[in-house]
């Protein structure tokens, strides 16, 4: 994991070289990505924002336009979750796939070899030079069927 010094000065290196001011609101937006492990909406981000700093009044769309600045630079990554949107965590983590679950909106993260290293071999079966690949299980997760009113412990398959 990178440490925040270090995406501080990424942060303000970007916005020099777009000619946008460094301010606290857009800095206070890679802090609660940061602070937060895990998969966020702009809107959660938000909430923790004003959590964390009540005074700064950073408005919604500061949080969007920050983090698409910030995806867009690699400090943040993004998964598209088909009914709620984007969730945003922090970039330049070591690479890792996801499991989504439908039902409670968990995101359980995962690497596995064997994946890496297939998607590799289907690239390179078709001539295509892979710059990035995204991966992701949807599904249900242990604990909500757990939940299933007709719950088995038997393994479906
Ligand atoms: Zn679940
Ligand atoms: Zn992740």
């Known amino acids: 994991m990178v440490d925040y010094p270090f995406l501080l000065e990424e942060l303000k290196r970007i916005l020099k070289e777009k000619q946008l001011k460094f301010t606290r609101q857009r800095e206070l937006v890679l802090k609660a990505l940061y602070e937060n492990e895990g998969h966020h909406s702009p809107e959660e981000l938000h909430r923790k924002i004003q959590e964390l700093a009540p005074e700064s009044k950073v408005g919604i769309a500061t949080v969007y336009r920050t983090l698409a600045l910030l995806e867009e630079e690699g400090l943040a990554d993004s998964l598209s979750l ?6 945003y965590e922090i970039g330049l983590k070591k ?7 439908t039902r409670c909106g968990k995101i359980i993260e995962f690497f596995d070899e064997t994946i890496e ?3 590799e071999e289907v690239a390179r079966k078709f001539r295509f030079r892979m710059t990035d690949h995204a991966m992701k299980i949807i599904g249900i997760c242990h604990e909500c069927q757990q939940n299933e009113p007709n719950h088995t412990n038997e393994e479906k398959h």
Request: a positive charge; charged letters at 45%.
């Open 95 to 101: 690479h890792h796939d996801h499991l989504i679950c």
């Open 82 to 87: 088909d009914k709620e949107g984007k969730r």
């Open 117 to 119: 290293r297939q998607q």
